[in-house]
């Protein structure tokens, strides 16, 4: 069954209102609620005989799904990619609806375009999809201390390169992690098996795949429970998945994303290994799906925020290894937590000796944008100025050879994700 998304901005009320020409147009802008909006939409479709694929248990053989991006994205990226109008838009956003086989699509264009990725949300269905013309909730205002020196001085020594050349290494070496292939399954699969290690002999360390609907890749999550306000929870998360162009194509994907796999996997060794015991719960977790619209972080984040877990902060690791800035440490200024942003400013300047700035990176840029969305806080810290950050991602050629054949870069951020852990898991 062909996919036909043919819908107008102006959007039908009912059959009847779509015969007297009376119209429906949301206004996102003004924070209206999505929901009326949904309903609209399903309604003109199903007036028109189009394909409604969001109702229960109405399969679609070619079904579709629905992306927002920044609307001023669209015009620098190639025609070709939109078959149809946006389904609807605000000021700032449009939604489309594509296949599934077009994301990859979708993903190398916007990299060639703007040497980021993805760019979008990709959603299964059209109501999440139109929840992102809403504005995301706002991140309530929280003191941040610095009084673990002691605890953090004693942890620090314990994070190693070796054990980060490994793990890169060992993910890079897979034909490439896409979350559609059966190398980024078993990527996922051997990433469980090394993080089950850790949790032997600690009853209160616990690994489990997190299975997402729409794709086979599952994502990975360590969990160490808090001794004394389990249900407070500090998430340090990255991609596992990787792509070069698009298709399933060798992508090694060493710096994008092994180095931020690896990294969470070593401070939570480290802390394994110093015997820590956090007071809250820590999540470490590899999101599958990234660069296919960040859709491994966007299920578990909606997942958290529906079960009503009370996050306290998510750090977002994506590229460690590439030094190509002056500075140590850059943190994204947009789509952030700027608190907690200040905050991994101050845990540097008092544990680590870092330089670090600031950069911009975009819409729907990486994992933590998930996470800011549903409203908590969230960082993410870079290797590099954005200008000069890795040129052989999203190639054949993300080999840790091409980041310096070490992990030299990348240790820093493990000691970052050990400082931040010990003094937010209080």
């Known amino acids: 069954m062909r996919l036909a998304v043919i819908l107008s901005l102006t959007l039908s009320l009912s059959c009847a209102a ?7 147009a949301p ?14 939409v399903l309604e003109d479709a199903a007036c028109a005989g189009g394909l409604v694929p969001d109702v229960p248990g109405a399969a679609a053989a070619d079904q579709p799904v629905w992306v927002s991006m920044e609307k001023s994205a669209v015009g620098s990226l190639d025609g070709a990619l939109f078959k149809t109008a946006p389904v609807v838009e605000n000021k700032k956003i449009a939604i489309y609806a594509f296949r599934e086989a077009e994301l990859g699509d979708l993903a190398d264009g916007m990299h060639r375009a703007f040497r980021r990725g993805p760019g979008f949300f990709a959603h299964d269905t059209l109501a999440a999809a139109l929840a992102d ?15 673990q020196a002691a605890r953090v001085g004693a942890l620090l020594p314990l994070v190693k390169e070796a054990p980060l050349v490994s793990a890169i290494s060992a993910l890079s070496a897979f034909k490439n992690r896409g979350s559609r292939y059966a190398t980024g399954v ?13 949790a032997e002999g ?25 001794a004394v306000e389990p249900e407070k929870v500090v998430v340090i998360g990255g991609h596992l998945d990787s792509v070069a162009g698009s298709g399933d194509t060798p992508a090694p994907g060493a710096d994008d994303n092994a180095s931020g796999a690896a990294v969470i ?6 802390l394994v290994e110093g015997g820590y015991r956090p007071a809250k719960t820590i999540k470490f977790i590899a999101f599958a799906a990234e660069e296919a619209g960040l859709r491994g972080s966007a299920d578990i984040a909606a997942a958290f925020k529906k079960a009503g877990m009370n996050v306290e902060g998510m750090l977002n690791l994506d590229m460690v290894n590439y030094k190509g800035s002056d500075l140590d440490i850059y943190f994204v200024s947009d789509f952030t937590s700027a ?10 300047d008092a544990y680590l000796g870092y330089t670090w700035g600031a950069l911009k990176c975009g819409y729907a840029c990486s994992d933590h944008a998930s996470w800011t969305k549903n409203g908590y806080p969230a960082s993410y810290s870079f290797e590099s100025s954005f200008e000069q950050h890795n040129p052989y991602i999203h190639k054949p050629e993300d080999t840790l050879a091409n980041s310096g054949g070490r992990a030299e870069h990348a240790l820093k951020f493990a000691r970052l994700g050990v400082a931040y852990a010990v003094e937010l898991a209080k």
């Open 27 to 40: 206004d996102f802008d003004g924070r209206e609620s999505a929901q009326a909006a949904i309903r609209a």
């Open 133 to 147: 013309l809403e504005a995301a909730p706002p991140v309530p205002a929280r003191a941040y201390t610095l009084d």
């Open 339 to 348: 608190g907690q942003n200040a905050f991994l400013g101050r845990l540097i």
């Open 202 to 226: 600690r009853s209160d360390i616990s690994v489990a795949p997190f299975k997402h609907a729409a794709f086979p890749q599952e994502s990975v999550v360590l969990t160490m429970l808090g």
């Open 265 to 270: 996997q070593e401070l939570a060794r480290a």
């Open 186 to 198: 078993d990527a996922s699969k051997w990433l469980q098996k090394e993080w089950a290690k850790l």
């Open 18 to 24: 779509a015969a007297a020409d009376a119209a429906y």
